[in-house]
T-cell receptor, first 112, second 112 residues
C-alpha cells in the first residue's frame, strides 16, 4: 500500500538551532514530493516541492528539503528556527495523476 | 494571489441535520478536493473532482456527498450529520501532479 510516514508526532527545538523533520514514503513509480505547513486554526500552506532535478530544493521562509531516492526520504530542514516557525508540518506525496497522500504531521515547538 | 475560500469557519449542527460546506476557488484549475483533518490521523481525502459535474470518491466517502455545478465551486454535503463527523474540513484546489495544492482556511464543524 502507498504510504507516507512522519515518525515524530512532535519535536521541540530551541530558537536559533537547526533541526531535520523526517519523512519517508512508500509509493510506486517516481513521485512528486511536497511539504506543507499549518499554523493554528488555518489551512495548509505550501512550503516546497521536488519534481525532478537537484535533490536539494529550497522553499519559502528559509526551508529546504533533500530528496534521497535510495532511502525514499524527503526530510525538511532549516539552519535556524524562529519561534514563529512553531506549527504543524505535513509531508505529502503525489504518485499517480493527482493521487496525493499526506503524512500524519509533525508538530514543531520552537522554544525561546 | 490564488485564493480558495471556505464560506464557514465554524459551524455547530445537531445530529441528523443536513450540512453544506461551500468552497470557492479563483484559479482556473479543474481539480478540487475535500479533506478531513483529525488529530493523529492527518488529512484524509473525502472526495475530489477533476471537472464540472465530475466527482470521485476518496478514502473516506461514507456519509458525505459532493456537488460541482460550476468550475469554481465545490460543495461538501453531509446528508444527516452525526457526532463522528465532528472535525476540521479542508478544501483545496490545484493540480497536485504539476504543482502545489492551495488550501482554504478550513471549516471546523461540531455536531452535537
Amino acid at each position: 500500500a502507498q504510504s507516507v510516514a512522519q515518525p515524530e508526532d512532535q519535536v521541540n527545538v530551541a530558537e536559533g538551532n537547526p533541526l531535520t523533520v523526517k519523512c519517508t514514503y512508500s509509493v510506486s513509480g517516481n513521485p512528486y514530493l511536497f511539504w506543507y505547513v499549518q499554523y493554528p486554526n488555518r489551512g495548509l500552506q505550501f512550503l516546497l516541492k521536488y519534481i525532478t532535478g537537484d535533490n536539494l530544493v529550497k522553499g519559502s521562509y528559509g526551508f529546504e528539503a533533500e530528496f534521497n531516492k535510495s532511502q525514499t526520504s524527503f526530510h525538511l530542514k532549516k539552519p535556524s528556527y524562529l519561534v514563529s516557525d512553531s506549527a504543524l508540518y505535513f509531508c505529502a506525496v503525489c504518485y499517480r495523476d493527482d493521487k496525493i497522500i499526506f503524512g500524519k504531521g509533525t508538530r514543531l515547538h520552537i522554544l525561546p | 494571489d490564488v485564493k480558495v475560500t471556505q464560506s464557514s469557519r465554524y459551524l455547530v449542527k445537531r445530529t441528523g441535520e443536513k450540512v453544506f460546506l461551500e468552497c470557492v476557488q479563483d484559479m482556473d484549475h479543474e481539480n478540487m478536493f475535500w479533506y478531513r483533518q483529525d488529530p493523529g490521523l492527518g488529512l484524509r481525502l473525502i472526495y475530489f473532482s477533476y471537472d464540472v459535474k465530475m466527482k470521485e470518491k476518496g478514502d473516506i466517502p461514507e456519509g458525505y456527498s459532493v456537488s460541482r455545478e460550476k468550475k469554481e465551486r465545490f460543495s461538501l454535503i453531509l446528508e444527516s450529520a452525526s457526532t463522528n463527523q465532528t472535525s476540521m474540513y479542508l478544501c483545496a484546489g490545484g493540480t497536485a501532479g504539476f504543482g502545489e495544492l492551495f488550501f482554504g482556511e478550513g471549516s471546523r464543524l461540531t455536531v452535537l
